[in-house]
């Protein structure tokens, strides 16, 4: 069994909660729009793997460091971590194919700042969207999600709420 610590939309912010609600995660994925690496390095420092992909706005060193897209098996689920995928009946453009060429059970990814857990009952997966864990954007509240995976099965799935925009700890 493994948990997850997910989130995404970070934009370049630090939440010092991230460290807390993610302490005891084997894996942390962050879905994209990290914005500064020094986002990526803080989240390393706290589990033992991160798995990250770039958003529409990483550059420069986040954009060398993760690629579009990340398929990969893990404790029997086969996931898909992106940025821009859209959601069950709302896939976007070559999506759902993808998902379907490719097995996916879970599929993460961000960008449009609403949290999202959905079972599409079409393709027998998992989708999550952790919402918007950063300061910018139109979100109400920001939010990270966590979740066990063990032999294929989704469990514990848990969201955590940050608070609004203007509820923040620590920048950069």
Not at 2 to 13: A, E, M, V
Not at 47 to 64: K, L, Y
Not at 70 to 80: H, K, M, N, S, T
Request: proline share 2%; with cysteine; glycine share 12%.
């Amino acid at each position: 069994m493994k948990r997850i610590g997910i989130l995404s939309d970070t934009h370049s912010h630090w939440d010092d909660r991230f460290s807390y609600y993610f302490a005891d995660c084997d894996e942390i994925w962050h879905a994209g729009d990290i914005g500064y690496s020094e986002i990526l390095d803080r989240l390393e420092s706290i589990g033992p793997r991160v798995r990250a992909v770039r958003g529409n706005i990483d550059h420069g060193e986040v954009a060398r460091r993760c690629r579009e897209i990340e398929i990969f098996d893990l404790e029997g689920a086969r996931v898909l971590l992106t940025h821009i995928g859209g959601y069950p009946g709302k896939w976007s453009r070559g999506m759902k194919r993808l998902l379907q060429e490719e097995g996916v059970t879970l599929m993460v990814d961000g960008h449009s700042h609403i949290l999202r857990v959905m079972y599409d009952k079409e393709l027998g997966l998992l989708h999550i969207n952790p919402g918007a864990a950063g300061l910018q954007g139109w979100h109400q509240k920001r939010t990270l999600v966590k979740l066990s995976i063990d032999n294929g099965q989704f469990k514990d799935c848990e969201v955590i709420e940050l608070g609004k925009p203007n509820n923040h700890t620590t920048e950069r």
